[in-house]
């Protein structure tokens, strides 16, 4: 098939994330393949592979593809890692973690973007992916313990029951944790009932709404 983006995608690459320090080779062969821009509506397709996040539909965003970049290397993940991602948005940082995961499990608040994500990921043979509509601050307890659990929304701090649902064996875990405007983006590892946390950027996502985040709008 035609891919006419696939010039932009290797300059985003090499000019995006190479040149600010992602080293992964392996994030970094992934980000040159996923179509980003099929995880838009055609009319931004032109925004696709910029250095910037772009709105998607009830005011979630994509976020910018050095952010997508830094967030699954520090996952630091393996082939047969299981990851659950909270946030699946458009569904494109999910792809990316198809690729580099066993099995990925995410969770989206909104049914409608759950479903068009659901939808195209199927369409591109991301048979190892799983989608549910639910509360992604309070996880998938069913399919717990991960290997690796990736936030792409912000809370004011790491969601209990995300912390809970950490394999003991090693599990990662990175979030946005702040306040509803400004962030910073943390990695948690855990060993054993241990769990010792970093602080790896500064960052902005929008708010992690739920249980274990930030209360919904009135009339939600």
Not at 14 to 40: K, W
Not at 79 to 100: F, H, I, K, M, N
Not at 106 to 111: I, M, Q, S, W
Not at 172 to 200: C, I
Request: glycine residues 10%.
């Amino acid at each position: 098939m035609d891919d006419p983006f696939r010039a932009e995608r290797r300059a985003m690459v090499a000019q995006q994330l190479r040149a600010r320090g992602i080293r992964d080779p392996g994030v970094l062969a992934v980000m040159e393949e996923v179509p980003r821009h099929l995880f838009l509506p055609p009319q931004r397709w032109a925004l696709a592979y910029l250095d910037q996040a772009v709105l998607l539909q009830q005011g979630q965003t994509l976020s910018q593809p050095y952010m997508v970049a830094a967030m699954t290397e520090a996952l630091a993940l393996r082939p047969e890692d299981r990851v659950l991602e909270v946030g699946t948005g458009s569904g494109y940082q999910a792809a990316v973690l198809a690729r580099l995961a066993r099995e990925v499990y995410t969770v989206e608040r909104l049914p409608a973007l759950a479903r068009s994500a659901a939808e195209l990921l199927d369409d591109l043979g991301a048979s190892n992916v799983r989608v549910r509509v639910g509360d992604g601050s309070l996880g998938w307890p069913e399919h717990a313990p991960f290997d690796a659990i990736l936030v792409t929304a912000a809370a004011p701090a790491v969601p209990p029951a995300l912390k809970a649902q950490l394999s003991p064996d090693g599990g990662r875990l990175v979030a946005p944790v702040g306040d509803r405007e400004v962030q910073e983006l943390v990695r948690h590892l855990r060993e054993g009932n241990e769990l010792v946390g970093e602080t790896l950027m500064g960052c902005r996502f929008v708010p992690l709404l739920g249980e274990g985040g930030w209360a919904p709008p009135d009339g939600e």
